[in-house]
């Protein structure tokens, strides 16, 4: 890293209708570094970026390149003044290979008008190369995972010549596995000499990547540090503004009967391939069981057909008492289960409605909501106002549409959806996914005192340290079958092993 | 927060257009349309001025101004009832899509529900003729609305078993629809007249103690009927059922995004056909309201040339599916085509027989320019963008 300014943001502010995004927010990234932005959810990370990338213009404020002040009308001019960005949801287009979406916009030509398929799989090779990024230039971007999506992603913008490259949360879609290797591309991409902003929620990622850290507080810096010195405490205190516990405060569970059995259960997925083979546990009042496991092993089809969103080939499933088969979504949701789904903005929430919409979603056919097919909206909104203010959802109010929140506050809306339905069994299925630390520890609170309410709670996440934190037993899922069953005593690296496949302690 | 704005339906998309532009969307949309309409015009050799002018005459909307009088003045309002006439089945019909729509469903069967109901309305009145009136009115009504539901509910029924695409399905319901129609009207068909020796392809005409109540006009002249009325209250009954009940609520859901909908316990599949049945019952609606208005008979071309229900579509993507705005281009569509009608235009300022294709002109600009809502909202943003950085 040299000391040279490759870009000055200076006194950027950005209202919103109702919000202030970023209120005159300085930041200077160096030729050769990694600059990581951390803030809560809403705090105006990706505004800030978006007004870097001409997606927004600022309201007040000004952009240096080089020290020569520069204008973006829209994201051309900035792509022009070498700028790329990944966007957390980034955009590629599925039924073209990896080397069409790169070259997309700006193709080689060939006899003037035909695109030059083989100069673009040449210039994509060079390029995967030249920083270490493997992608096969002929596959389609439907065939490959997310992980060498985003790698598609990042050559994309590479291609157009990017010096500064924005990263938005690129790990929160990666397995650790995906993510290390993603680390490395960066390593090498700040060797060649391009500036690297990161954004991400994970501080232990921002402390071993980023050279220094700007950290943004309800739309305005609080400071901008180096990382030699900086603590995951500290980065937290001054991204919350208080001191945060990043270890979950719990104390041993006081179990009762099992709310929730699952008996010898097998589903198949979309394709017809069996993906929970024979299935077996119980969760009991009181107690937090999680689910371990690599992404892909079964997780998603085992919490569908709980759900009742997945046919159930067969088995049993008990929930509070009453076996329940081929039971309908509704009639799992009146039994008593509460859902936290993996995907908020795709199954959690109509991001069109508004929050008072969102959070009647289940109940909006029954009193007080509604009486003989008749909605009472006035209802929804009282009832949302109070929801929103115990679950502390910023950003909005009854009638905001639920698009405009931040992905932390969207969350908060899901949960206390949920949470507010008194549900028996609660399953929580990547809760934290995207979420600032504060958050996660609202959020981890609220499971361990739905746990003392006598709620029985199954935890599915990939995130193994949440795992180990918050559960009183753990399952690991292994290609569809349970292989270890643990208590909440057991290391990473056991774990760890079976999740692999390398090891198998229970039947 | 780009990423969030994509909306995983066509329904959702439109919805945020529909915020995005708020009332100037729409009325761009049409302002350009007509604006194009008018370089035809002009190609045509004809001034476009005076030809606007001449539709407005014609359409009778300018009855509408307190200083035409006399002569002039019960002319134009013969034409406004016309056009009033036209809107009545256009809102019906626009309502029959905009319902779908809002539910992610593209109804382009309107034409089939909306000849449907007018069967079932003809057969009805024009049997039982030695029952009483009220009653007979209210049979006919409430059997082509529910026949129109039931037709409509076909498609839905289609997708949520075997995920037949509606747009597919309609259409072919659609063409049923024409040549059953035609069939049953035509030579030796059921509801033939036996008026002329059963010569012509035209239906007997329905009972007079069924005729509509006519409140504005002569009844002979096709004055208007309290039908209108009917299209009135069916707007209200949209806006109502959309936002003030569960079932509007589901539908809105499924709409913008199926997935979530589904997770939230609600069933996707009977969504679709309630609200495929809902939108068969106002296209239903709108073929008796015309067979019992002004009709009165239908023959094999009346069934074979109709095309209200493909309006209906301009009316309601234009209209932004909401009930406000359907009325009011159900209105402008009404008007276009009463007043490009060679009945109503004058003939020494526009060729009539052009005029007809001006409106079919304008109501594919119209959908063409909707379906470019994106370029409205770019012109509308750069708008705002340029107006910030002045
Ligand atoms: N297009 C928009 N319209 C209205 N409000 C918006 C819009 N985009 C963002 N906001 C608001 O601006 C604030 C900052 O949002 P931003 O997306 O920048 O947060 P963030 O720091 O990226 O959060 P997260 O970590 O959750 O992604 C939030 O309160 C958000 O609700
Ligand atoms: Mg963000």
């Known amino acids: 890293m040299t000391d040279e300014l490759v870009l000055e943001m200076r006194g950027i502010t950005k209202k919103f209708p109702g919000i202030v995004a970023n209120d005159d927010v300085s930041l200077d990234v160096r030729k050769g570094e990694v600059h990581a932005l951390l803030g809560e959810n809403g705090a105006g990370k990706s505004t800030l970026m978006n007004i870097l990338y001409g997606l927004y213009k600022p309201d007040e404020g000004q952009l240096l390149l080089q020290g020569k002040p520069a204008v973006f009308g829209s994201a051309k001019d900035a792509i022009q003044a070498g700028i790329g960005m990944v966007h957390q949801h980034f955009m590629l287009i599925p039924v073209m290979t990896v080397a069409e979406n790169i070259v997309l916009g700006n193709e080689p030509v060939r006899d003037g008008v035909l695109l030059d398929e083989r100069g673009a799989e040449e210039r994509v090779r060079e390029l995967s190369k030249q920083y270490g990024l493997a992608v096969d230039p002929t596959a389609l971007i439907a065939d490959i995972t997310v992980g060498q999506q985003q790698r598609v992603a990042i050559l994309k913008a590479l291609y157009r010549g990017a010096e500064i490259l924005i990263l938005d949360e690129p790990t929160a879609v990666l397995t650790p596995q995906e993510a290390t290797e993603l680390f490395g591309i960066v390593r090498s991409l700040r060797a060649d000499g391009k500036s690297i902003i990161f954004i991400s929620h994970k501080l232990n990622e921002v402390l071993e990547i980023a050279d220094r850290i700007t950290v943004l507080r309800r739309g305005k810096k609080v400071a901008t540090v180096s990382r030699e010195g900086a603590t995951e405490e500290s980065l937290a205190r001054a991204m919350v503004g208080r001191d945060v516990l990043l270890r979950v405060d719990k104390p041993p569970a006081e179990a009762g009967e099992p709310l929730l059995q699952v008996d010898d259960l097998h589903v198949f997925d979309d394709r017809g391939i069996e993906k929970v083979r024979g299935v077996s546990f119980a969760v009991r009042a009181g107690e937090i069981v999680g689910i371990a496991g690599v992404d892909g092993n079964g997780q998603s089809e085992l919490i569908d057909a709980i759900a009742g969103l997945r046919k159930i080939e067969s088995g049993t499933i008990e929930l509070a008492g009453r076996t329940l088969e081929h039971a309908t979504a509704r009639e799992m949701l009146d039994a008593g289960l509460g859902h936290i789904p993996e995907d908020r903005q795709v199954r959690g929430l109509v991001l069109e409605f508004t929050i008072a919409e969102n959070i009647a979603l289940h109940d909006y056919a029954e009193p007080p909501d509604a009486k003989w097919g008749w909605l009472f909206p006035k209802k929804l909104v009282e009832r949302a106002r109070t929801l929103i203010r115990e679950f502390d959802v910023r950003g909005g109010g009854p009638l905001s549409r639920a698009g405009t929140l931040s992905g932390g506050n969207q969350q908060k809306v899901v949960v206390a959806r949920e949470i507010a339905r008194d549900p028996r069994v609660l399953i929580a299925a990547q809760p934290t996914r995207g979420l600032d630390v504060g958050a996660i520890e609202f959020l981890h609170r609220r499971l361990v005192d739905e746990r003392a309410e006598g709620r029985a709670i199954l935890l599915v996440s990939l995130e193994l340290d949440e795992i180990l934190s918050l559960s009183d037993r753990i399952l690991v899922l292994y290609e569809g079958e349970l292989v270890g069953e643990h208590g909440a005593d057991v290391s990473e690296e056991e774990i760890g092993l079976e999740m692999l496949g390398g090891r198998r302690t229970a039947a | ?390």
């Open chain 2, 1 to 390: 927060m780009a990423e969030q704005d994509d909306a995983p339906t066509v329904a959702g998309r439109l919805a945020l257009a529909q915020r995005a532009g708020g009332a100037a969307g729409p009325v761009l949309t049409a302002v350009f349309a007509l604006l194009l309409g008018g370089f035809v015009v002009l190609a045509t050799g004809a001034n476009p001025l005076s030809t606007y002018r001449a539709i407005f005459d014609g359409s009778g909307l300018n009855w509408l101004f307190p200083w035409v009088s006399g002569s002039a003045r019960s002319f134009a309002a013969t034409n406004l009832q016309q056009t009033l006439l036209l809107t009545t089945a256009l809102v019906l019909c626009g309502l029959a899509v905009s319902v779908g729509f809002r539910c992610g469903l593209f109804n382009i069967g309107g034409q089939g529900q909306y000849i449907v109901g007018s069967i079932f309305a003809l057969w009805i009145g024009s049997s039982f003729v030695t029952m009483n009136g009220p009653l007979h009115v209210v049979l006919a009504i409430a059997a082509a609305t529910l026949t129109g539901a039931a037709y409509a509910g076909i498609a839905g029924l289609l997708k949520a078993i075997t995920g037949a695409h509606e747009v597919i399905s309609t259409i072919m319901l659609n063409w049923i629809a024409v040549w059953v129609g035609s069939w049953l009207v035509g030579q030796g068909g059921a509801l033939q007249s036996h008026a002329n020796g059963a010569s012509v392809p035209i239906s007997s005409a329905v009972a007079p103690a069924t005729h509509l109540h006519v409140f504005w006009g002569n009844p002979v002249l096709q004055g208007l009927d309290v039908g209108f009325f009917f299209a009135l209250a069916a707007l209200v009954v949209y806006a109502v059922l959309l936002n003030r009940t569960t079932l509007g609520f589901e539908l809105r859901a499924v709409g913008f995004n199926p997935e979530a909908a589904r997770y939230a316990g609600i069933a996707v599949a009977r969504t679709y056909v309630k609200t495929m049945a809902i939108a068969g019952a106002f296209a239903g609606l709108a073929g008796a309201i015309d067979v019992l208005g002004w009709e009165f008979q239908l023959g094999v071309t009346d069934i074979q040339t109709s095309q209200i229900g493909f309006i209906a579509i301009a009316v309601a993507v234009l209209g932004r599916n909401r009930a406000l705005g359907v009325f009011f281009s159900a209105l402008l569509f009404g008007a276009l085509l009463t007043g490009t009608s060679t009945r109503n235009l004058d003939a020494t300022v526009f060729r009539p027989d052009l005029a007809g294709n001006l409106t079919l002109i304008i109501q594919g600009l119209v959908v063409l320019f909707v379906g470019a809502d994106v370029l409205m909202l770019w012109l509308w943003n750069r708008r705002r963008r340029l107006r910030v950085a002045t």
